[in-house]
């Protein structure tokens, strides 16, 4: 989350830095054209993430299990973290940029992966719900970002290179506890044919109990699968089953960029001064976007559940006329 006090920081440091180097001030123009690359390369990084992130997925000479590969992933959270937080003592904007970019292959990754990942581990009446729930918790740390960044914190001139490297802490607190978890049980009995591993991954996850009802769910799950390749994204495109279910996806995901919440997430600073709000009032002010996010975020769901049990309810029980 870039923050109002981190924004203000930032913009010095690139124009201090630049004026020990060549021994002149950058132009306004030239500080708000780097920051404006310091925001974006965040988002060519995710895109280069969600882009590797399917070919991590299926092919297993690189990565053997899912798990593994979310753990690999999150080294370069660590170095991108790393990169930013030596970045002052370096004096260099360049790690900024560059450790923002792993920050964004990262993310891409993970929102693939980790979606994924909980999805296929989750038993499959609560599935809908656990996966829905990564969008609110990335609402949550949305909200946490705006939270460390207040003065009180780590907002401050001397600690936010810090501030810009606290995604290291969830990244090692994965690291510390994912290699306790087990593979997905799907995963272990679709692609590695392991029956056994998979119904002991089910008793870890879900506990102790008969899952055979589970386990012939995948099985048949696999019997429809079989003999057919794994499509590739032109495949997907010219594919006219999911046609509809594809341009349905592309209008929503193009949507939420046009909403202009990135705008306001990103430029903040910008949006609050142009409208009048204090300086000083800003990152308290900015605190509502996150509590705002996580309430529509929680009515969403709630709707969207309440829309699919009414579906759901027509489907199954038809009213006879």
Not at 110 to 132: D, F, W
Not at 175 to 190: G, I, V, W
Not at 221 to 230: A, D, H, L, N, S
Request: aromatic share 12%; with cysteine; glycine share 8%.
């Amino acid at each position: 989350m870039l923050h109002t006090i981190f924004v203000i920081n930032v913009l010095s440091f690139i124009n201090s830095t630049w004026r020990q180097r060549y021994g002149s001030s950058l132009e306004r123009e030239s500080v708000l054209l780097l920051w404006s690359f310091i925001v974006s390369v965040y988002s060519i990084g995710g895109l280069l993430g969600s882009l590797v992130g399917p070919a991590q997925i299926n092919f297993h000479k690189f990565f053997s299990f899912r798990k593994k590969t979310q753990l690999c992933n999150n080294l370069a959270a660590l170095l991108g973290a790393l990169l930013m937080a030596m970045s002052q003592t370096a004096r260099s904007f360049e790690m900024i940029i560059l450790g923002r970019l792993l920050y964004g292959i990262n993310a891409g990754v993970s929102l693939n992966l980790h979606t994924m990942y909980i999805g296929e581990c989750a038993p499959q009446k609560m599935r809908g719900m656990v996966t829905v729930s990564v969008s609110f918790f990335i609402a949550v740390g949305k909200l946490m970002g705006f939270l460390i960044g207040l003065r009180e914190f780590m907002g401050s001139e001397e600690l936010w290179p810090y501030l810009m490297s606290f995604s290291a802490i969830p990244a090692l607190i994965q690291l510390a506890t994912l290699p306790f978890f087990p593979d997905s049980p799907r995963y272990l009995l679709l692609d590695k044919s392991d029956k056994d591993g998979s119904l002991k991954a089910m008793q870890q996850l879900w506990g102790p109990g008969d899952h055979s009802t589970e386990i012939k769910e995948i099985l048949k799950e696999k019997m429809t699968m079989e003999g057919q390749q794994i499509k590739g994204m032109k495949d997907l495109f010219v594919d006219h089953s999911v046609r509809w279910q594809l341009i349905m996806m592309g209008l929503i995901c193009g949507g939420m960029q046009f909403i202009g919440i990135n705008a306001v997430y990103f430029y903040a600073y910008n949006v609050f001064r142009s409208a009048g709000i204090p300086d000083s009032q800003t990152p308290y002010v900015a605190l509502g976007i996150g509590l705002s996010d996580i309430f529509a975020t929680l009515l969403c769901v709630s709707i969207c559940h309440c829309v699919l049990l009414v579906f759901a309810s027509m489907y199954f029980f038809p009213c006879n006329k």
